[in-house]
């Protein structure tokens, strides 16, 4: 009998035992012909299940595009708990959870603080993924508590931005956003975004405005929540642009501490900002999350 730790994206699906969560297996989704399949491979009697989804489920029903085309996977998760206990987490949500059980050598510092905290005690912590899409979520922590994440709907926010340049920017993207949609802060901050903003503008000019942009998200994601406890840059497109060496620190800091009130300056200037690297923090967090939830 065991407990059984999922990170289920668009390619891959990650798997350990509630006991061993550094132990993970990979499998591709294209070459089984279902969830459950792979579940039995992995395990033959499985007590919990904890699953961290890229994909929300709907009615009970975990279904994608990806996996179609991959593998034609339709995971009824009301079936599944006829067999055994499943716990569904966002898949964002399950990465915060494991920043308290990250290794430091995955965690590198982008831009230290330049003002202690003042104003708030126990002010939360951000985390941002930027992949093909953008995401979010907020961890709340204090002595003697257990840490509790609050998910969103990430990058599904009203564009917005500073001066005529960013308006020229939000207009092109309001010109290619999906039909009957309207266009949202995740068509400019995002890989998608960064890919059409290099077809459009070039890369040069792209990579700082995708800066800008961010900073201005992550500025406005921290005052509205107090999420001043430190600020959490992770996913493909960060990944890619460390490597790159086109991590544009300057021009992040520029829209991210704005000229505000004195207040809110010293706040945002408080918060220190890690790039943070570690392809299994959802599987990291399931762990963390499951221990107070079996």
């Given amino acids: 009998m065991s407990v059984i730790l999922a990170d289920l994206g668009g390619t891959n699906l990650r798997l350990a035992r509630g006991d061993s969560p550094y132990d993970i297996k990979t499998y591709q989704i294209k070459d089984f012909p279902s969830f459950e399949t792979v ?9 919990s299940l904890f699953l961290a989804s890229a994909v929300t489920p709907l009615g009970g029903i975990i279904e994608d595009d990806r996996f179609v ?24 949500e399950a ?7 990250i290794d430091s050598k995955n965690l590198s510092e982008l831009l230290k603080p330049s003002s202690p905290q003042t104003q708030f005690s126990h002010p939360p912590k951000l985390i941002v993924s930027i992949g093909t899409g953008i995401g979010h979520a907020y961890i709340f922590e204090k002595p003697n ?3 509790f994440v609050q998910k969103t709907h990430g990058g599904w926010i009203t ?7 960013h308006q020229k920017i ?5 010109r290619k956003a999906d039909g009957g949609r309207d266009p949202i802060m995740e068509n400019i901050v995002s890989g998608h975004g960064f890919w059409t903003l290099q077809k459009e503008i070039g890369k040069e000019d792209a990579t700082r405005l995708f800066w800008e942009f961010l900073g201005l998200y992550c500025n406005t994601l921290a005052t509205t929540a107090g999420a001043y406890g430190g600020l959490y840059l992770t996913g493909g497109i960060i990944d890619d642009m460390v490597l790159d060496k ?17 207040s809110v300056v010293e706040s945002l200037s408080s918060v220190p900002v890690y790039y943070c690297h570690d392809i299994n923090l959802p599987v990291l967090g399931l762990s963390e999350y499951a221990k107070g939830h079996r």
């Fill in 246 to 262: 086109t991590v544009d620190v300057k021009s992040f800091e520029k829209f991210f501490i704005r000229p505000l009130a004195s």
């Fill in 95 to 101: 990465a915060a959870y494991g920043l308290a059980a």
């Fill in 69 to 92: 085309k991959a593998a034609h996977w339709r995971i009824d998760v009301n079936d599944l708990s006829k067999h055994m206990h499943v716990t569904v987490l966002n898949d964002l």
């Fill in 145 to 147: 508590m257990p840490p």
């Fill in 170 to 174: 939000m207009d092109l993207m309001r």
């Fill in 39 to 47: 579940l039995g491979d992995f395990e033959s009697d499985i007590t």
């Fill in 159 to 165: 564009p917005f931005g500073i001066g005529s340049e």
